[in-house]
């Protein structure tokens, strides 16, 4: 490989065509794989087809099991960007990332201190869910920008 005699590499921002104003594409993300994993998460919440179809269907045998909860473990545990992003900046955010996943981390945050381990379908059911898809998706729009 061409480059790789004069040391490591790191991936940028710049890497992959995105400069962000006031964040120079030298900044690092450094964990890819987390920031993939947190895409797919938002993904998923984002999206209430997807919800509507896979969430609160555990069919025995079928490995393509989709929760609520291994989506919430990812956010929290997995990739530890909740509930402070800010955290995560370089590692797999970007700074112009935080403020729309802290949005979605106040809304979903809320709902599991009053729902604790209540099934999808509650979570789906509850008036507030409509606000964290939408905070979801401007989390993603940011991602993905």
């Known amino acids: 490989m061409s480059g790789m005699a004069t040391g490591a590499r790191s991936l940028t921002i710049a890497h992959f065509g995105q400069t ?3 964040e120079p594409a030298t900044v690092p993300v450094r964990h890819l794989s987390l920031r993939f994993a947190v ?8 999206d209430p087809s997807h919800q ?3 969430w609160g ?3 025995p045998g079928d490995d393509d099991y989709d929760s609520l909860a291994e989506h919430i473990c990812c956010l929290y545990d997995d990739c530890a960007i909740l509930p402070r992003p800010a955290a995560a900046v370089g590692l797999a955010l ?3 990332e935080v403020a729309p996943i802290a949005l979605l981390g106040r809304r979903l945050g809320d709902m599991l201190l009053d729902l604790g381990d ?3 379908l509650t979570y789906l059911a509850d008036a507030r869910w409509p606000g964290v898809v939408d ?4 989390a ?3 991602m993905e920008s």
Request: no cysteine; net charge negative; charged share 25%.
């Open 20 to 22: 962000i104003e006031n």
């Open 39 to 46: 895409i797919t998460a938002l993904s998923a919440l984002s």
């Open 52 to 54: 509507s179809r896979h």
């Open 57 to 59: 269907l555990d069919v």
């Open 94 to 96: 970007r700074h112009s």
């Open 118 to 120: 209540a099934d999808d």
């Open 135 to 138: 905070a979801a998706a401007a």
């Open 140 to 142: 993603l729009d940011a």
